[in-house]
């Protein structure tokens, strides 16, 4: 299949973590018109364009900062700050990552609070697409892949899999977290999952466009684990991720980041495909995950999720007023 990469606009969040650096190196070889590096901090995306201006070759690369994905109204600013005229064909929203702390933490937006991590891995990037959808600079058959991960459907020995006796159980842990004690790993399987039902339920309300949610596998190098502390942070990126990588049950952010430009390219994935590695794998052949959680398929919590979704943040399947700059 013909690559959709060569000469398209394409926006990516968090655009210098590992696998994020590691995805832009790789759509510099298939050549696309336009890369806009969307970092959270400024400085950190004028670098990363430094950094690749030269094996840029004929792609125009913009560096924007701003891009936090638990504060709205940093998303909004910096999508202002975009030239207007663009219009982006592929969009890659893979910023978020893991909340490491004790207890629940959340972030407050429109005086309700949200569970942190589900804000940053799946509503951060929904005001992200809200965002340039007000702005008109989502092409009108533009392909949006929201990043996964194995987590949403559990990882044994790593992640439990996401379970809820009750549809409203997951609502209110979006809100007020659970009783159980705080795991950052569970969290991020709980945010991973509510991204995938974002991602169905947006495939099925809007066809003009295509609604992707990918995961690579279980990749090293990234900077997810950089909230850690001293020895802790050491212990995990530099002997458990490399253990983990030996054993087969890990992969770099090199080989992650060739199979997400496979998903933006079009050669894996449908819209409303929820795509992953094997079932009880951490890595592997990668396959549809819907079979793997009850939940990915549950329409009633879909549809429930959306509502709070579209009342809160904004409906992204209707037209959108565009915004001066």
Same mark, same amino acid.
């Given at each position: 299949?013909?690559?959709?990469?060569?000469? =398209?606009?394409?926006?990516?969040?968090? /655009?210098?973590?590992?696998?994020?650096?590691?995805?832009?190196?790789?759509?510099?070889?298939?050549?696309? #018109?336009?890369?806009?590096?969307?970092?959270?901090?400024?400085?950190?995306?004028?670098?990363?364009?430094?950094?690749?201006?030269?094996?840029? #070759?004929?792609?125009?690369?913009? /560096?924007?900062?701003?891009?936090?994905?638990?504060?709205? =109204?940093?998303?909004?600013?910096?999508?202002?700050?975009?030239?207007?005229?663009?219009?982006?064909?592929?969009?890659?929203?893979? /910023?978020?990552?893991?909340?490491?702390?004790?207890?629940?933490?959340?972030?407050?937006?429109?005086?309700?609070?949200?569970?942190?991590?589900?804000?940053?891995?799946?509503?951060?990037?929904?005001?992200?697409?809200?965002?340039?959808?007000?702005?008109?600079?989502?092409?009108?058959?533009?392909?949006?892949?929201?990043?996964?991960?194995?987590? /949403?459907?559990?990882? +044994?020995?790593?992640?439990? =899999?996401?379970?809820?006796?009750?549809?409203?159980?997951?609502?209110?842990?979006?809100?007020?977290?659970?009783?159980?004690?705080?795991?950052?790993?569970?969290? @991020?399987?709980?945010? +991973?999952?509510?991204?995938?039902?974002?991602?169905?339920?947006?495939?099925?309300?809007?066809?003009?466009?295509?609604?992707?949610?990918?995961?690579?596998?279980?990749?090293?190098?990234?900077?997810?684990?950089?909230?850690? #502390?001293?020895?802790?942070?050491?212990?995990?990126?530099?002997?458990?991720?490399?253990?983990?990588?030996?054993?087969?049950?890990?992969?770099?952010?090199?080989?992650?980041?060739?199979?997400?430009?496979?998903?933006?390219?079009?050669?894996?994935?449908?819209?409303?495909?929820?795509?992953?590695?094997?079932?009880?794998?951490?890595?592997?052949?990668?396959?549809?995950?819907?079979?793997?959680?009850?939940?990915?398929?549950?329409?009633?919590?879909?549809?429930?999720?959306?509502? @709070?979704? =579209?009342?809160?943040?904004?409906?992204?399947?209707?037209?959108?007023?565009?915004?001066? +700059?």
């Amino acid at each position: 299949m013909e690559s959709r990469i060569k000469e =398209s606009s394409i926006f990516i969040t968090g /655009a210098n973590g590992g696998i994020g650096r590691e995805t832009v190196k790789q759509l510099l070889l298939e050549k696309p #018109g336009l890369i806009l590096l969307g970092c959270r901090k400024q400085e950190d995306a004028d670098k990363l364009k430094s950094e690749l201006q030269v094996s840029a #070759g004929s792609t125009r690369l913009i /560096a924007q900062g701003g891009f936090d994905m638990n504060n709205p =109204s940093s998303i909004e600013l910096a999508i202002n700050e975009i030239p207007k005229e663009l219009e982006f064909n592929i969009v890659f929203l893979q /910023a978020g990552g893991v909340v490491f702390n004790d207890n629940y933490q959340f972030t407050e937006y429109k005086g309700r609070q949200f569970e942190k991590t589900v804000f940053q891995n799946a509503l951060g990037g929904y005001s992200t697409l809200l965002e340039l959808k007000r702005n008109s600079m989502l092409a009108k058959k533009a392909r949006i892949v929201f990043a996964g991960g194995e987590g /949403a459907r559990g990882i +044994k020995g790593m992640i439990k =899999s996401p379970s809820f006796e009750t549809n409203d159980q997951l609502l209110e842990y979006i809100s007020h977290g659970n009783k159980e004690k705080y795991n950052p790993m569970n969290a @991020i399987g709980v945010s +991973k999952l509510v991204s995938a039902l974002l991602v169905a339920k947006l495939s099925d309300l809007d066809q003009s466009k295509e609604y992707i949610w990918f995961s690579p596998g279980l990749t090293a190098g990234t900077n997810g684990l950089n909230a850690l #502390g001293g020895i802790k942070k050491f212990v995990m990126k530099h002997i458990i991720f490399n253990l983990l990588k030996v054993m087969g049950k890990a992969q770099s952010a090199q080989q992650a980041a060739k199979k997400n430009v496979s998903a933006l390219a079009g050669r894996v994935a449908q819209s409303g495909d929820i795509i992953g590695a094997p079932e009880g794998k951490s890595l592997g052949k990668l396959v549809d995950q819907k079979p793997m959680n009850p939940l990915f398929t549950n329409h009633y919590l879909r549809d429930e999720l959306w509502k @709070i979704v =579209s009342n809160h943040f904004g409906d992204l399947t209707k037209k959108q007023t565009r915004k001066n +700059k």
